[in-house]
Structure formats: C-alpha cells, structure tokens
C-alpha cells in the first residue's frame, strides 16, 4: 500500500494518469468568453480528497463533473481539475526538501494547488498562478481547506509573462506536454528564476526528454534529474523525473 495518493472522501473516482497531448485552446481557456463563474456552476458538486503522504493529510477538494460539456465554451477542457500523478510526485519532493522559512515562491500551473499547499505547509511564501481562473479558484479554495487563509493568488501564462516577474523558488509540475512549449517554458525559467534559486519541476516525459534538456543547456540553465514515483489507487506506481533548475 502506498501513502501518496488520494483517496475519495465524498462523491466516487480518482484522477487518471495524465495521457496524450494538451490543447492550449481547450485546456487553457483561450478565447471562452463565458465567465469563469459560469464555468464552475456547470461542473457539479465539489468532492474532497485526502492525500496520504508519509504521514502527512493534505485535503483536496476538486469538481464532480468536470467531463461535463459546458454551454457556451464546448471546446473547453478543464485539465486542471484533475489531480495528476506528477502533481503528487513534486509535492512529495516538496515535503523532503530543505527550505528557509518565508521565501517566496511561485507555483506555475497550479491546478488544484497540492505542491503549493505542501510549500505552505513547509513555511514557504507560496503564490499560485495559472492561465485559468477557474483553477486559481480551487487553489485558494484548497489552501483554505488546509488552513492556510491568507495564500496568493495569480492569472499568469507563463508564454507571456510580466518584464518584473521572479521568484527565488519555482515549482511546476507536468508543464512539458508538448514540444512546442519548451521554448516558452524555459524563457520562462530563465527570467522569472531568480539567481541562485531553484525550480523543481516533475515531468512524466509526455516528449523524448533530450528536447527538454537540450534547450536547458541552451538557456545556460543548470539542471539535475531524479527518478520519482508517484503511488496511485488500487497500488499503481507510476514514474516521472524531478527536475532541479538553477541558473
């Protein structure tokens, strides 16, 4: 039995392991007018989740019927309603890591928000962002769920970001989904990590992972690797790579 994955305290069902590519249009948003408070009343009910992880329980509340069609916005695929399996591998990562107390840090991606909640459960500073508000929504709503009133949130897409932006502390978790991406993204680290911080990132290698190391070393960016696993219902492991990025 593993400790780190989520089993359902209301409603039925548990996040499958993320597969295929992601369509920016459909995954982020892009170009649905209806509001975000529109969107969430058409996902059903809130179920919450508790997370086990080594001893630890970290409640995630998450919707219902988040495969439902939502009128106004067929094309909109709320991606991050789903607890992902690299999600639970950088939050567990997160738990295990030493930090400082009270230093900044950015969540880029957050979804439902677990690898942020673990950072303010371990003293950080953790701001959430994501291109989706509705995302930002739970993220807040979870932080909340685990005691941590005061969190910040911010809309961000990490393609365009702010000229100010950077953070001592950058986490992401199953960014690298498609091969055009990784240019983005790795602009991204390069202005927004600040020098000498670190950004952990988990991937489960949706693309070959010399794409993503490749243009690392072309940003100049320092990086290890790890193997991590992620324990899923019914006693699946399944693996990814934990990436540690400083410049």
Not at 25 to 40: K, Q, S, T
Not at 145 to 152: A, E, P, R, T, V
Not at 185 to 193: D, G, H, I, M
Request: proline share 7%; hydrophobic share 40%; aromatic share 8%.
């Amino acid at each position: 039995m593993f400790d780190d994955f989520a089993s359902p305290q209301a409603g039925k069902g548990v996040s499958p392991g993320a597969t295929g590519s992601r369509d920016d249009d459909r995954a982020m948003g892009n170009n649905v007018l209806v509001p975000p408070e529109a969107i969430l009343s058409q996902l059903g009910p809130s179920v919450t989740d508790a997370v086990l992880m080594d001893g630890r329980t970290f409640l995630i509340s998450r919707p219902a019927q988040s495969d439902q069609r939502i009128q106004g916005a067929e094309e909109y695929i709320p991606f991050w309603a789903d607890l992902w399996p690299a999600a639970r591998m950088l939050a567990k990562a997160i738990l295990h890591e030493t930090w400082t107390p009270g230093t900044e840090a950015l969540e880029l991606g957050c979804g439902l928000g677990l690898p942020g909640i673990v950072g303010l459960s371990r003293g950080l500073n953790v701001t959430f962002s994501d291109y989706d508000a509705c995302a930002l929504h739970f993220a807040a709503r979870n932080a909340k769920l685990n005691g941590f009133n005061d969190c910040q949130t911010r809309q961000l897409d990490w393609r365009n970001p702010p000229a100010d932006l950077q953070y001592p502390i950058l986490f992401g978790s199953d960014l690298v989904y498609e091969q055009s991406k990784v240019d983005p993204l790795v602009q991204f680290l390069k202005q927004a990590l600040a020098p000498g911080g670190v950004c952990l990132l988990t991937d489960q290698e949706h693309i070959p992972p010399q794409v993503f190391q490749a243009a690392l070393d072309a940003a100049k960016l320092r990086f290890t690797t790890q193997l991590v696993r992620s324990g899923e219902p019914g006693g699946r492991r399944l693996k990814g790579t934990l990436y540690r990025i400083g410049r």
